[in-house]
């Protein structure tokens, strides 16, 4: 069965870091094509949710050196962590939307971009189920409503549309302000590298 990554009701747990480290060793193997709006919601959660956690832990697994494990017992930085992750998935998921979109609309002259609020509300939905706090939901629906009511369709895709969750990889990351500027090509580099594979990704499974 394939594994699923969905946010949980709790703060971060070790079970979390498992899912992180069997992430970093499963290619991102295309299981099905996407022929359906069904399909499309399906990827742009999982992946989104994917590259949100996969980035997240590394750095902060990078920055706390091997004992990382450790950190599980102060309990005022799970609350950040957990704070995080949940903003910097939100974020994750509107670039995603909007980048899928505007790639079919591109390039395979796909018109009916009202899908993407549709799927993008069905999947916050479902999170705030799942526990998204209600300020990351407000915050998320408040900015999608503003990105899209700005949005160049034919040009989205092909105009830095991942930037705005690399930035907020690199704002919500609990990690001193100090370390973070030293930080701050690498911290947006490594998610944007990961969006490369997703995007290789979203091209090979619509290629009907």
């Not at 591109?106 to 209600?134: C, H, R, V």
């Not at 990889?169 to 609990?174: I, Q, S, T």
Request: some cysteine; aromatic content about 14%.
């Amino acid at each position: 069965m394939a594994l699923k990554y969905k946010f949980n009701l709790k703060d971060i747990t070790l079970q979390d870091f498992k899912v992180y480290l069997l992430a970093l060793f499963k290619a991102i193997v295309p299981k099905k094509k996407i022929k359906n709006f069904d399909d499309l919601e399906d990827f742009i959660q999982k992946k989104s949710a994917w590259v949100s956690q996969v980035t997240l832990y590394s750095y902060l697994k990078t920055r706390m050196g091997t004992k990382y494990v450790l950190h599980f017992d102060n309990e005022v930085l799970l609350k950040s962590i957990n704070k995080a992750k949940w903003n910097i998935y939100s974020v994750a998921l509107q670039d995603l939307t909007f980048y899928s979109f505007s790639y079919l609309k591109t390039f395979l002259n796909f018109q009916d971009t009202g899908k993407a609020k549709e799927i993008f509300y069905s999947i916050l939905q479902n999170e705030k189920k799942n526990g998204m706090p209600k300020e990351v939901f407000d915050e998320a629906n408040k900015t999608f409503d503003e990105r899209l009511s700005n949005i160049d369709w034919n040009k989205y895709c092909s105009s830095l549309p991942f930037n705005s969750s690399a930035l907020a990889l690199y704002k919500w990351a609990p990690i001193s302000d100090e370390l973070k500027t030293l930080d701050r090509k690498i911290v947006l580099n490594s998610m944007i590298l990961k969006w490369d594979n997703i995007k290789d990704e979203f091209k090979k499974l619509i290629n009907i």
